[in-house]
């Protein structure tokens, strides 16, 4: 059930450079959010910007959820003045999360740069469903680029670092650094990040033999089903499902669903 | 202040209060019946139908410009008959009035699609989108030429869409002329009830980083509040020469901009993009046209139309 509801911001603390968690007080919100799932944040009462941001739901407790941004433009920067004690108007939440995949034996979650965000919700929910405690793969530009590594480790989940300068963890991409891990073919990869990334993270999972669930991003009108803005292409043949829309259909998708030699739909 | 009537008649088609919404951005209707009763409305407007599913155009298709935002969906959907067997019996269900809106290549596809909405009871008036600025090619010329750019195109398809319906029938118009009075009246003389203005505004985006077009369409349409002082505008030429009603949209985003587009000519208005930001905005809009009546002591909103004092 999709709410539109004013929330009270909590906090609104860096957590990298550029990098903010916003924690805010949502009863309805808060109780409905499967892992995986998003929210769109109105970020000023004004007309410029005129959309939502559409944000992962990092995650969800009792009265409260979390989402992780990045600052890249004007809505974004216009959230990080947000002050505790101020209102979001918030709607969400809004999706298709990560399917749960009880029958594997091992479960591997990526994430690259803000595309952790997702992330730390569904470690929870596989750990308390008693699935797995998830293998972690953060990468990330720099060191300190790197989202959330303490947060899994204590949640008791085995973390692989790695960075494209080498500044901590592997000097590596996401994907030679999980063929590193040995993913097989009762391994479910979980993966979150540039479209660039999540594409290789694919192409290793097929060869591999693994389930990749690949969470997408895309521009957003209304963040809900009805603008068909956020479309992506699939790799099915019928013309009507060439196209399934990020906000309804996804975020979350099985990855040989979708056609990743098409180009990003975020520019 | 119970008293107050919203009810407008829009060439023929009764509606309790004069807020629809735009085409394309409210969906088939039934989606957003969990953010309000979409039955509030004076109508609900359907996404472009056409006789075969489509599947759009090639993502990116939305760009965010200031106080608005560019499309080039392209018209996805999903097709007459899906409409008719999966989304009108929900629609009929919630009670709501129906426009749908339809898209054809040829007006002999039009006509088709309209007789059969009729014999089917798929709609309780039709929108003829002949302005969509985003089926066709861009690449092609400086810009794609709609059936809405020529009076004389216009004029022919209003009249064979007109011969295959009984039902109302409005004609969505392009603001990408230089004369909007011209495929108004076009429009009129061809048997329409009412015309539809404005369709988007074409428009461009650049990303100066990557120095590519943010749509992969290259272009799109405009809409939002950057558009609305056009829009308004064109609403007041188009109804002060014609006898038929206008329905006016374009960026409406509060009961003051709606008021604004009654005072122009309007008899009923549609709300779009503003949808986007807040899903109940057409509500919203309905309760605020009764607030503005209640505060100005207007006991019938017909007043309002083309009430402009200048």
């Given at each position: 059930m999709t709410h539109l509801l004013d929330c009270t911001v909590l906090s609104n603390a860096e957590?990298?450079?550029e990098h903010r968690r916003m924690i805010l007080r949502g009863e309805a919100i808060a109780r409905d959010t499967q892992p995986g799932q998003f929210c769109m944040l109105?970020?000023?009462?004004?007309?410029?910007?005129?959309l939502r941001r559409p944000m992962s739901i990092e995650r969800s407790e009792e009265d409260r959820f979390s989402v992780l941004y990045k600052i890249v433009g004007e809505g974004t920067r216009l959230l990080s003045k947000i002050q505790p004690g101020d209102t979001v108007n918030v709607q969400g939440p809004l999706g298709k999360g990560f399917p749960?995949?009880?029958?594997?034996e091992r479960h591997i979650l990526v994430g690259g740069g803000i595309g952790i965000a997702p992330l730390p919700g569904l470690a929870e929910a596989l750990i308390r469903q008693n699935i797995a405690t998830p293998e972690v793969l953060l990468a990330a530009r720099s060191r300190d680029m790197l989202l959330c590594e303490e947060d899994f480790k204590s949640l008791g989940c085995s973390v692989l670092l790695t960075t494209d300068d080498g500044s901590?963890?592997?000097?590596?991409?996401a994907a030679d650094a999980l063929r590193e891990m040995k993913p097989h073919e009762k391994t479910v990869v979980y993966v979150c990040g540039p479209m660039i990334m999540m594409a290789t993270v694919h192409r290793l999972c097929m060869e591999t033999g693994s389930l990749c669930l690949a969470s997408l991003e895309a521009h957003m009108a209304?963040?809900?089903?009805?603008?068909?803005?956020c479309v992506v292409e699939t790799t099915f043949e019928e013309e009507f499902r060439r196209m399934v829309r990020v906000c309804h259909d996804g975020p979350v998708f099985d990855s040989r669903h979708i056609n990743w030699n098409a180009g990003a739909p975020v520019s | 202040m119970t008293d107050i009537s919203l009810k407008v008649n829009l060439g023929g088609l009764v509606m309790k209060n004069p807020v629809t919404v735009a085409s394309?951005?409210?969906?088939?209707?039934?989606?957003?019946d969990h953010y309000f009763?979409?039955?509030?409305?004076g109508a609900v407007t359907v996404k472009s139908l056409s006789l075969k599913p489509r599947p759009g155009?090639?993502?990116?298709?939305i760009s965010e410009t200031p106080a608005g935002l560019l499309n080039a969906?392209?018209?996805?959907n999903v097709g007459i008959e899906v409409y008719l067997k999966e989304k009108l019996p929900l629609l009929r269900e919630k009670n709501c009035t129906i426009i749908a809106n339809i898209y054809g290549f040829s007006p002999e596809e039009y006509a088709e699609l309209a007789q059969r909405l009729e014999k089917e009871g798929g709609a309780d008036a039709i929108e003829a989108?002949?302005?969509?600025?985003?089926?066709?090619?861009?690449?092609?010329?400086?810009g794609p030429a709609l059936v809405a750019q020529s009076p004389e195109s216009v004029a022919e398809y209003t009249r064979i869409i007109r011969s295959a319906t009984s039902l109302p029938l409005y004609i969505k118009l392009s603001?990408?002329?230089?004369?909007?009075r011209e495929p108004a009246l076009a429009a009129q003389e061809g048997g329409a009830d009412a015309v539809a203005l404005i369709n988007t505004l074409l428009g461009m985006n650049i990303?100066?980083?990557?120095?590519?077009?943010?749509?992969r369409n290259l272009v799109g349409g405009l809409s939002g509040p950057a558009i609305r002082p056009v829009a308004v505008k064109m609403v007041w030429d188009a109804a002060r020469v014609l006898s038929i009603p206008v329905l006016g949209m374009g960026g409406i985003s509060s009961p003051e901009d709606a008021i604004q587009f009654l005072l122009a000519g309007a008899t009923a208005v549609a709300v779009g993009s503003a949808t986007f930001r807040r899903p109940d905005a057409a509500l919203q809009i309905v309760k605020g046209l009764h607030d503005y009546c209640a505060r100005q002591g207007i006991d019938d909103i017909r007043q309002l139309i083309g009430a402009l004092e200048s």
């Open positions: 957590v990298a450079p109105e970020s000023n009462p004004g007309l410029i910007p005129f749960i995949q009880p029958g594997y901590a963890g592997m000097k590596a991409f209304c963040g809900d089903s009805v603008c068909m803005g | 394309g951005t409210f969906g088939y209707g039934i989606e957003y009763k979409v039955s509030e409305l155009n090639k993502p990116p298709r969906i392209g018209l996805q989108n002949l302005s969509c600025p985003n089926v066709h090619d861009a690449k092609a010329s400086c603001p990408n002329v230089a004369d909007i990303d100066v980083e990557t120095r590519r077009p943010c749509l």
